[in-house]
């Protein structure tokens, strides 16, 4: 008997290495006649193309027929009525299948949101609650044509799903069943070709590089979590004012931003080293850790996990640097992963390596913070709803239904048009101005570069 297609997916790649990190199986209908025009997605979701009792409708009625140089064979079941069956890859120049979009307006964020296949109680609250913000591209809503010129850039969101178990091979088979029906219902998964770890190492380069492959006109990648609440009217608004504040050339702006940590790091061993909140905290413990000694880089500022943000031309630059590949490779060919801990200590340590007069952005904890309720210490990163924030981090047993539902309401309440509109500024807005403040500079070689 042969194998749901969606099986023989995941077996592939995880063979074959599919497509690098993009496994959207959307093909257009025929060849793109301009560089960078986005095909309308079919009516079909992926997951409908991948199960053989779920392919009809897969173009447009009427429509050119598909190419057929490129394809797999889907699984029909024998008493089906007989369709089309063949399952195209998508040309790579277009959406990823999740997100269907005009080419006259691309989206401006693309919004990649980690999640294990398990948590499908995490996707449902999303689902729910932000994926329903006015400027979001997410599954079937993603045709909805809502007033975009009232609502700020747009942002297309989609779950980050790696293809492999953390031992490097495939999702059991009630796995893959599962993941194939929610994809059929939602249509917002995206597969990539990493590995299922926590943090999501793997899967956090493979987003970047499918964000410079399948959006190579949108001006920002960002990674979050699925513990997490993000405004996305505010954060497209304010990523957009942010980007037209730039004096460089569009290929030249080179942004990293987040809520900032610092830390060093051990490429060679995989490990965190001289942890801290600022630069001398974080100076101090890697003096006392002996990080340079034992091949330590740093001290440097990352941004934390919750919200870490690229914009396209650094996002490219990271997806072709050979250091970068070298690294995933080698994190790769460990078994069990060794790159268990620092996802976005790592990120962070490859934007302290690069050439760019640059530095991670702060945006501040009054922005990007934890959720608390009661709030009896409001100094530290456990923090209300305020007219500040942007991104929420729900954490750990507070993550459920009825905190999502309150925390979207609370936006509403708290902060209305007017506000979501607002410019925030930045706590760490460059890398000149961090570097004059106090003894940084004697701290962070990165300061060599502004003085």
Same mark, same amino acid.
């Given at each position: 008997?042969?194998?749901? %297609?969606?099986?023989?997916?995941?077996?592939?790649?995880?063979?074959?290495?599919? *497509?690098?990190?993009?496994?959207?199986?959307?093909?257009?209908?025929?060849?793109?006649?301009?560089?960078?025009?986005?095909?309308?997605?079919?009516?079909?979701?992926?997951?409908?193309?991948?199960?053989? @009792?779920?392919?009809? @409708?897969?173009?447009?009625?009427? $429509?050119?027929?598909?190419?057929?140089?490129?394809?797999?064979?889907?699984?029909?079941?024998?008493?089906?009525?007989?369709?089309?069956?063949?399952?195209?890859?998508?040309? %790579?120049?277009?959406?990823?299948? &999740?997100?269907? %979009?005009?080419?006259?307006?691309?989206?401006?964020?693309?919004?990649?949101?980690?999640?294990?296949?398990?948590?499908?109680?995490?996707?449902?609250?999303?689902?729910?609650?932000?994926?329903?913000?006015?400027?979001?591209?997410?599954?079937? +809503?993603?045709?909805?044509?809502?007033?975009?010129?009232?609502?700020?850039?747009?942002?297309?969101?989609?779950?980050?799903?790696?293809?492999?178990?953390?031992?490097?091979?495939?999702?059991?088979?009630?796995?893959? @069943?599962?993941?194939?029906?929610?994809?059929?219902?939602?249509?917002?998964?995206?597969?990539?070709?990493?590995?299922?770890?926590?943090?999501?190492?793997?899967?956090?380069?493979?987003?970047?590089?499918?964000?410079?492959?399948?959006?190579?006109?949108?001006?920002?990648?960002?990674?979050? @979590?699925?513990?997490?609440?993000?405004?996305?009217?505010? *954060?497209?608004?304010? *990523?957009?004012?942010?980007?037209?504040?730039?004096?460089?050339?569009?290929?030249?702006?080179?942004?990293?931003? $987040?809520?900032?940590?610092?830390?060093?790091?051990?490429?060679?061993?995989?490990?965190?080293? $001289?942890?801290?909140?600022?630069?001398?905290?974080?100076?101090?413990?890697?003096?006392?850790?002996?990080? !340079?000694?034992?091949?330590?880089? $740093?001290?440097?500022?990352?941004?934390?996990?919750?919200?870490?943000?690229?914009?396209?031309? *650094?996002?490219?630059?990271?997806?072709?640097?050979?250091?970068?590949?070298?690294?995933?490779?080698? !994190?790769?060919?460990?078994?069990?992963?060794?790159?268990?801990?620092?996802?976005?200590?790592?990120?962070?340590?490859?934007?302290?390596?690069?050439?760019?007069?640059?530095?991670?952005?702060?945006?501040?904890?009054? +922005?990007?913070?934890?959720?608390?309720?009661?709030?009896?210490?409001?100094?530290?990163?456990?923090?209300?709803?305020?007219?500040?924030?942007?991104?929420?981090?729900? +954490?750990?047993?507070?993550?459920?239904?009825?905190?999502?539902?309150?925390?979207?309401?609370?936006?509403?309440?708290?902060?209305?048009?007017?506000?979501?509109?607002?410019?925030? &500024?930045?706590?760490?807005?460059?890398?000149?101005?961090?570097?004059?403040?106090?003894?940084?500079?004697?701290?962070?070689?990165?300061?060599?570069?502004?003085?």
């Amino acid at each position: 008997m042969r194998q749901p %297609m969606w099986h023989l997916l995941l077996c592939f790649a995880a063979a074959c290495g599919l *497509l690098g990190a993009h496994h959207a199986l959307h093909a257009p209908a025929e060849a793109p006649a301009t560089k960078g025009h986005h095909w309308p997605t079919p009516k079909s979701s992926l997951a409908g193309q991948l199960r053989g @009792d779920a392919t009809r @409708d897969t173009f447009p009625a009427g $429509g050119p027929s598909p190419p057929s140089n490129i394809f797999f064979e889907a699984s029909v079941p024998a008493d089906a009525p007989r369709r089309n069956t063949r399952v195209h890859l998508q040309d %790579m120049r277009a959406a990823p299948s &999740s997100v269907s %979009m005009d080419s006259a307006t691309p989206p401006a964020v693309v919004l990649g949101i980690a999640t294990a296949p398990k948590n499908t109680g995490h996707r449902s609250w999303i689902r729910q609650t932000w994926l329903t913000l006015p400027n979001v591209l997410a599954g079937s +809503k993603s045709g909805s044509g809502h007033n975009r010129s009232a609502v700020g850039p747009l942002v297309a969101a989609f779950f980050l799903v790696g293809v492999l178990t953390p031992a490097a091979t495939a999702h059991e088979p009630s796995v893959v @069943d599962a993941l194939a029906n929610e994809q059929a219902k939602h249509g917002d998964i995206e597969l990539l070709n990493a590995r299922e770890t926590k943090p999501p190492g793997e899967k956090m380069v493979a987003f970047f590089r499918l964000c410079v492959v399948g959006f190579s006109h949108a001006t920002w990648c960002v990674k979050t @979590d699925d513990d997490t609440y993000v405004q996305t009217v505010r *954060l497209a608004i304010n *990523l957009n004012i942010l980007w037209e504040e730039q004096r460089e050339p569009a290929s030249h702006r080179m942004i990293y931003l $987040g809520a900032t940590l610092w830390a060093s790091y051990r490429p060679q061993s995989f490990q965190v080293c $001289g942890h801290g909140m600022g630069p001398m905290m974080a100076a101090s413990a890697s003096k006392n850790e002996r990080c !340079a000694d034992r091949g330590g880089v $740093g001290p440097f500022p990352y941004a934390a996990g919750t919200l870490e943000v690229l914009s396209m031309p *650094l996002a490219q630059w990271l997806a072709r640097e050979e250091n970068v590949a070298r690294f995933v490779q080698r !994190a790769h060919a460990t078994n069990p992963p060794a790159w268990s801990l620092g996802e976005d200590t790592v990120l962070g340590m490859w934007v302290h390596e690069s050439p760019f007069k640059i530095t991670a952005l702060h945006w501040g904890w009054d +922005k990007i913070h934890d959720l608390c309720f009661k709030c009896f210490d409001k100094t530290q990163l456990w923090k209300p709803i305020s007219t500040s924030s942007v991104v929420v981090h729900i +954490k750990g047993h507070q993550a459920n239904l009825h905190n999502f539902v309150n925390v979207h309401r609370n936006f509403s309440r708290i902060c209305g048009a007017q506000c979501q509109q607002a410019k925030l &500024s930045f706590d760490v807005p460059s890398l000149a101005d961090l570097c004059r403040r106090g003894q940084i500079s004697t701290v962070y070689s990165k300061c060599r570069m502004v003085r």
